[in-house]
């Protein structure tokens, strides 16, 4: 029987617990015990680690700890970001097996630390990216807790190479938010006679004769790329998420009605290969009543109850938003990128339990990071299709190095191959192409 990691820490909070937990379970798994106790620790004749001050015996992993996972409340913290073997580090200490306190780093990437500092918003009130201390130092492309994690394991192996480490799987989660189902099929008599109207005031005659082509069943809707999307699917043997929209009709809020045969029709149809979750509106702003009325209208569609989610234009405000989806039965959010740039929002590719900064305690809804997004590449960046697929090669190449779970984020209407969008499900079939491989 290989022999557990004794951990030495002089106080054992819930921070503190928390990130012993990401790193030794899902990190580098591995069975490990938390000591207080530092006559049981020198004892101990097995793999040691010492996270604390300083030095307790020659023979030792030492991680020479600062002050934030002892510390309560929410605080500025003075950061300097440095290069080490590669990777950017910060939380540096005088001495240790690691020149970094990386339980700290890693801490105040996952927990969204900087995302309760006062911080710039942008006009959707959201965090902006360049706000965030891994844009401004170039290490947002990258997991980088998930990489501190190997330096750690490599350092544990290399003094006690009994240690067994169980490893982790690459995985592939292709999901698609449905904003706006389609283009012109499941609205009523109202909304349907304004939309041509406003097609005929701009002399948009082409969108007339499509809409009416649509609405006599002549040609298929244009947004209605759902056939498609479940043939490649069904060929790289894929289990995707739908993110429905089923908010009240606002300025943000477009889908056609949760109510509408449409809806229903298409719901039941995607349930079938696919796992439903809800897309909380732009207006819900994390109000729990709101989110659950929308839930129960998705839920009654499909008999079945609702446990993902990933919020309308990434419309994340923490720690409420987290708090809501937790208290309607939310276990998994897919919500955690930026909208302007790929990368790693959190600095991590591994599925992790929220942490609740207020509160100082762990809620029981799992991040699940998303790494790129299509709008992000066109809209935000301008990219060719070309660039677009590069860059998204490499965010899976890192992740598959990582053995974490890569996730993109599509909309259907990007994939209909009209207007804006010609020639972008090329980039579609190239990533399920690399990332199923």
Same mark, same amino acid.
């Given at each position: 029987?290989?022999?557990?990691?004794?951990?030495?820490?002089?106080?054992?909070?819930?921070?503190?617990?928390?990130?012993?937990?990401?790193?030794?379970?899902?990190?580098?798994?591995?069975?490990?015990?938390?000591?207080?106790?530092?006559?049981?620790?020198?004892?101990?004749?097995?793999?040691?680690? =010492?996270?604390?001050?300083?030095?307790?015996?020659?023979?030792?992993?030492?991680?020479?700890?600062?002050?934030?996972?002892?510390?309560?409340?929410?605080? +500025?913290?003075?950061?300097?970001?440095?290069?080490?073997?590669?990777?950017?580090?910060?939380?540096?200490?005088?001495?240790?097996?690691?020149?970094?306190?990386?339980?700290?780093?890693?801490?105040? @990437?996952?927990?969204?630390?900087?995302?309760?500092?006062?911080? #710039?918003?942008?006009?959707?009130?959201?965090?902006?990216?360049?706000?965030?201390?891994?844009?401004?130092?170039?290490?947002?492309?990258?997991?980088?807790? =998930?990489?501190?994690?190997?330096? +750690?394991?490599?350092?544990?192996?290399?003094?006690?190479? #009994?240690?067994?480490?169980?490893?982790?799987?690459?995985?592939?989660?292709?999901?698609?938010?449905?904003?706006?189902?389609?283009?012109?099929?499941?609205?009523?008599?109202?909304?349907? @006679?304004?939309?041509?109207?406003?097609?005929?005031?701009?002399?948009?005659? =082409?969108?007339? %004769?499509?809409?009416?082509?649509?609405?006599?069943?002549?040609?298929?809707?244009?947004?209605?790329?759902?056939?498609?999307?479940?043939?490649?699917?069904?060929?790289?043997?894929?289990?995707?998420?739908?993110?429905?929209?089923?908010?009240?009709?606002?300025?943000?809020?477009?889908?056609?009605?949760?109510?509408?045969?449409?809806?229903?029709?298409?719901?039941?149809?995607?349930?079938?290969?696919?796992?439903?979750?809800?897309?909380?509106?732009?207006?819900? #702003?994390?109000?729990?009543?709101?989110?659950?009325?929308?839930?129960?209208?998705?839920?009654?569609?499909?008999?079945?109850?609702?446990?993902?989610?990933?919020?309308?234009?990434?419309?994340?405000?923490?720690?409420?938003?987290?708090?809501?989806?937790?208290?309607?039965?939310?276990?998994?959010?897919?919500? @955690?990128?930026? %909208?302007?740039?790929?990368?790693?929002?959190?600095?991590?590719?591994?599925?992790?339990?929220?942490?609740?900064?207020?509160?100082?305690?762990?809620? /029981?809804?799992?991040?699940?990071?998303?790494?790129? @997004?299509?709008?992000?590449?066109?809209?935000?960046? =301008?990219?060719?299709?070309?660039?677009?697929?590069?860059?998204?090669?490499?965010?899976?190449?890192?992740?598959?190095?990582?053995?974490?779970?890569?996730?993109?984020?599509?909309?259907?209407?990007?994939?209909?191959?009209?207007? /804006?969008?010609?020639?972008?499900? %090329?980039?579609?079939?190239?990533?399920?192409?690399?990332?199923?491989?």
């Amino acid at each position: 029987m290989s022999a557990y990691l004794l951990i030495y820490t002089p106080k054992l909070t819930s921070r503190v617990k928390y990130i012993f937990s990401l790193f030794f379970e899902s990190l580098i798994t591995t069975s490990y015990k938390i000591t207080t106790d530092i006559t049981e620790f020198n004892a101990y004749s097995g793999p040691r680690l =010492n996270y604390s001050e300083g030095i307790i015996t020659d023979k030792e992993i030492f991680i020479h700890s600062t002050d934030l996972l002892f510390a309560s409340g929410i605080h +500025l913290q003075n950061i300097t970001v440095s290069d080490w073997d590669g990777l950017k580090i910060f939380y540096q200490t005088p001495d240790g097996s690691l020149p970094f306190d990386l339980f700290a780093a890693a801490f105040y @990437m996952v927990s969204r630390y900087e995302e309760y500092l006062p911080y #710039e918003t942008d006009k959707h009130n959201r965090f902006h990216h360049g706000s965030s201390l891994a844009f401004k130092n170039h290490f947002l492309n990258v997991p980088i807790v =998930n990489l501190w994690a190997e330096k +750690l394991k490599s350092v544990l192996l290399k003094a006690y190479p #009994e240690i067994a480490f169980r490893e982790n799987t690459y995985s592939f989660i292709p999901t698609v938010d449905i904003d706006i189902a389609y283009a012109h099929l499941g609205r009523d008599f109202t909304l349907t @006679m304004g939309s041509f109207l406003k097609a005929i005031s701009k002399f948009q005659f =082409n969108v007339v %004769a499509e809409k009416i082509a649509v609405l006599l069943h002549l040609k298929k809707d244009p947004y209605d790329t759902f056939d498609y999307q479940e043939s490649l699917f069904e060929k790289y043997k894929l289990h995707p998420i739908y993110f429905f929209l089923a908010g009240k009709r606002g300025s943000n809020d477009k889908n056609i009605s949760p109510d509408s045969i449409a809806f229903k029709r298409l719901a039941k149809k995607l349930n079938v290969f696919s796992e439903i979750g809800i897309h909380p509106s732009y207006q819900s #702003e994390s109000n729990p009543e709101i989110v659950s009325g929308e839930m129960k209208k998705v839920e009654r569609v499909i008999s079945t109850k609702i446990t993902s989610s990933r919020q309308h234009f990434l419309r994340l405000r923490l720690p409420e938003t987290y708090r809501c989806l937790a208290e309607l039965g939310i276990t998994d959010d897919y919500t @955690m990128i930026f %909208a302007g740039v790929p990368g790693f929002r959190a600095g991590i590719c591994t599925p992790f339990l929220f942490y609740d900064l207020q509160a100082d305690n762990v809620l /029981q809804i799992k991040v699940h990071s998303s790494a790129v @997004m299509d709008g992000t590449m066109k809209d935000y960046l =301008n990219l060719s299709v070309e660039d677009a697929t590069k860059i998204t090669k490499e965010l899976i190449s890192i992740v598959r190095k990582c053995k974490g779970e890569f996730i993109v984020i599509w909309h259907n209407d990007n994939l209909s191959e009209t207007r /804006q969008w010609k020639g972008w499900r %090329a980039y579609f079939e190239n990533i399920l192409k690399e990332a199923s491989e």
